[in-house]
């Protein structure tokens, strides 16, 4: 059926409705993004992509992140995760025994502890609670979000927070640390477009499986598992392009931030208060932690703290070169915080949810509530 003058205007115009906000959304994030990075923030891309677009958000712009776009946003996350882990990660688990044993139990404590504060303190939801108090892997924490686990929003507002007092903490920590300066190691070889292209088609498959067998954050986690297992089953070793892991980190930027539209000043104030207060237990937590484990091993305290904090890898990474600390020791315990959080997460999510399913049926049933 051929459509009148009128009506293909109009379709038109309907489409530019929708890419308008969406071209200016990614525009956004990709200036915001730019600013931080030449500002030399850590994780500058997503975390300035992700502020800019949530103050423009909170202006009244109209942003917008159509769901085909985000599930490519859900792939190049995916796919940057599984890339990023170190070959040799599995052997690496039975290396600096004590250090990763507080890793743990750091992990459990700023969960359980932030979780708890934000669920009894702020009366947030169980699932609102404990997203926002897990310490790190934020495009797998809103890829759950935005499958309808918690309130998005208010765990994209913690979470930002966090990251960014972080970023500041970090550095102003540092000031306080013997610095040895060296030359960085040069970049690693980065993937070919057949390479990437194999592994895109892989990591759609597994996540297409994973959504099918309705996994929360379905296509992030399907993709992760899939670039993660060739990555340490040695298919590949090379990282990803710069340019894609810049394209990844704007998308995810402008997907975070686009969750601020429509959001109250109160609430905003309301989450902010509360992320403050999380971020804040977070760090103590690292810098008791961090001190306990520096009585027993011979390390400096920069570099435990370091690897312990709960910052974006590269970040630590580049402040661990520019300290002169041993950045296998950092970067290996970031990667193995990404693995356990990769497992750890969806576990709390699948524990919550079976709680408030056990909840709502004793409530059926008269039986009141579950403690």
Known sequence: MRLLPTQLFSSIGSHLAQLVPTLLTLLISFAGGALAAFAGLPAGWLMGGALAVSIAAMSGVKVRMPDRLRDVAFLLIGMSMGASVAPDTLNL????????????????????????MLARVFKLDAGTA???????HLSLVMGIASAGV????????????????????????AMFLP??????????????????????????????????????????????????????????????????VITTFVLTGALIGSRFAGISRREF?????????????????VTLVAWLVGMVIGMPYGQIWLALAPGALEGMGALGIALGYDTAFIAAHHVIRLLLLSFAIPGVVMLIRWRENATIAAHDKGEGRLP
């Open 93 to 116: 688990l039975s290396s600096w025994p004590v250090s990763l044993a507080a890793l743990v139990i750091e992990l459990v404590l700023i969960v359980s502890l932030t979780g708890w």
């Open 130 to 136: 404990y997203l926002s108090s897990f310490p790190g």
């Open 150 to 173: 918690g309130d998005a929003r208010q765990i994209a507002i913690i979470q930002v927070i966090r990251i960014f007092m972080l970023t500041i903490c970090v550095p102003i920590g």
């Open 179 to 244: 610095i040895a300066h060296f030359e960085p190691l040069m970049s690693s070889e980065t993937l070919s477009v057949g390479e990437l292209l194999l592994l895109a088609a892989g990591c759609t498959a597994f996540g297409l499986v994973f959504v099918w067998r309705k996994i929360p954050a379905g296509f992030v986690l399907g993709s992760m598992a899939a670039a993660t297992a060739a990555k340490l089953g040695g298919l590949y070793d090379a990282a990803m392009p710069e340019p894609l």
């Open 269 to 285: 104030f309301h989450a902010s208060l509360g992320g403050l207060i999380a971020t804040g237990m977070t760090v103590s937590i």
